[in-house]
């Protein structure tokens, strides 16, 4: 499998933006796509998951009720909705895929290239 992760761009605080990650390769109902992202002198933080199969997903206590993780199992696609973004957002967003529901970066054995959000204030 082999990740894509686009939509990252400059956007004002409060405004929107949708990252998609595109799959290659066949993705199973009892694997868990997440979403990570990385501040400049950061650490790679968890942002949020789903399982293929959508049973269950998770998010990042920073996030709730902004963010959206969804996928499209006809396009082989995930996605993450990001609402009433902060300047503290900002970040090079990751997408990755692990064989068990985690939300442990360790635990995910295929990442995507990463695509920068910038929000301004």
């Known amino acids: 499998v082999q990740l894509q992760a686009s939509g990252g761009g400059l956007v004002q605080a409060g405004g929107s933006l949708r990252l998609s990650c595109s799959a290659s390769?066949?993705?199973?109902?009892?694997?868990?796509m997440g979403w990570f992202r990385q501040a400049p002198g950061k650490e790679r933080e968890f942002v949020a998951a789903?399982?293929?199969?959508?049973?269950?997903?998770i998010y990042t206590d920073s996030v709730k009720g902004r963010f959206t993780i969804s996928r499209d199992s006809a396009k082989n696609t995930v996605y993450l909705q990001m609402n009433s973004l902060k300047p503290e957002d900002t970040a090079v967003y990751y997408c990755?895929?692990?064989?068990?529901?985690?939300?442990?970066?360790?635990?995910?054995?295929?990442w995507g290239q990463g695509t920068l959000v910038t929000v301004s204030s």
């Open positions: 990755a895929k692990a064989n068990s529901w985690s939300s442990d970066k360790r635990e995910y054995n295929v």
């Open positions: 390769g066949r993705i199973y109902s009892s694997h868990v």
């Open positions: 789903t399982r293929w199969s959508r049973v269950s997903t």
